[in-house]
């Protein structure tokens, strides 16, 4: 038989290429770990509920208590042999979710914050950040993602730093817990920060181990307020207990820790600005 002429390969124009679903990988994706796992059934479809509906607090929803283990962490040992510096830590972690009463917030101060955010609010920022697919990263601070038939170019620091601080502001006093364990002392956190020169510590600031224990102190009396507006939950010996999750099975890199407690202490003036500093950590 005679075989049929080769039909030549046409060309696929731009306005022809079909584009993906926005909806089908976006950057929020690869903030959720693969190793939790919620305890019981019934923790695990609040948990799927809370993702479907995009809040992991709200009224009638639930709040996360994530627990994080300091074994094996580097970070641990340098606290337990008195380390100047922290190189690196590792922690496993568990998320079970517990339902929390979501509290209404009365403060002006907190609320002019809210309405300052929502008047400054883009709506087109808003579109491209709900409906954009994830491409790929660039380096450890930039990554593109695509919008309609556009490229972006994302600043990862900056747009974290605006998610944290909004996500600071309107959970104001209904934030998740990150549990330490074992808790570690304020004052061992001040002197690995305080032996760091990223700190800025020189002789005429007096002894390192003085305003260790005055950062110790000074936060044990402010005990009462970080614990009910922010989760930073201080023990009556000086031991951090916890930090506020603000996002749902995220953790902090906790090689800053000591860093963020002595300019906890040294650098806000007004503790209620601490929504300022949480998103810089």
Do not use: K, N
């Given at each position: 038989g005679t075989k049929e002429p080769h039909a030549e390969k046409q060309p696929v124009y731009a306005y022809q290429m079909v584009r993906t679903d926005a909806r089908e990988q976006t950057l929020d994706a690869f903030m959720v770990p693969k190793s939790v796992?919620?305890?019981?059934?019934?923790?695990?479809?609040?948990a799927t509920k809370g993702a479907a509906s995009g809040s992991g607090s709200g009224p009638g929803g639930s709040t996360e208590v994530m627990e994080?283990?300091?074994?094996?962490?580097?970070?641990?040992?340098?606290?337990?042999?008195g380390a100047g510096s922290v190189e690196e830590s590792t922690s496993s972690f568990r998320a079970p979710f517990r339902r929390k009463r979501r509290k209404q917030v009365q403060l002006t101060s907190v609320q002019n914050l809210q309405q300052a955010v929502r008047a400054r609010q883009h709506n087109e920022l808003v579109e491209l950040f709900q409906n954009h697919k994830f491409v790929g990263c660039v380096d450890q601070t930039r990554a593109l993602v695509q919008h309609q038939t556009k490229l972006y170019l994302v600043d990862l620091s900056r747009v974290s730093q605006a998610l944290f601080y909004q996500l600071l502001l309107f959970d104001f006093a209904n934030f998740g817990t990150l549990k330490l364990t074992p808790p570690p002392p304020l004052y061992d956190l001040a002197m690995i920060a305080l032996n760091s020169p990223e700190s800025g510590w020189s002789s005429e600031d007096g002894p390192k181990e003085k305003l260790a224990q005055y950062i110790a102190d000074f936060l044990k009396t402010k005990m009462k307020m970080l614990k009910e507006y922010f989760s930073f939950d201080i023990g009556e010996d000086g031991c951090l207990c916890s930090l506020p999750l603000l996002l749902p099975s995220f953790t902090p890199n906790l090689d800053r820790l000591p860093l963020f407690v002595v300019r906890l202490a040294t650098?806000?003036?007004?503790?209620c600005r601490e929504t300022k500093l949480l998103p810089k950590w």
């Open positions: 796992v919620p305890e019981t059934e019934e923790e695990g479809a609040v994080v283990e300091g074994g094996g962490s580097r970070c641990e040992q340098q606290l337990q042999q650098e806000v003036s007004v503790l």
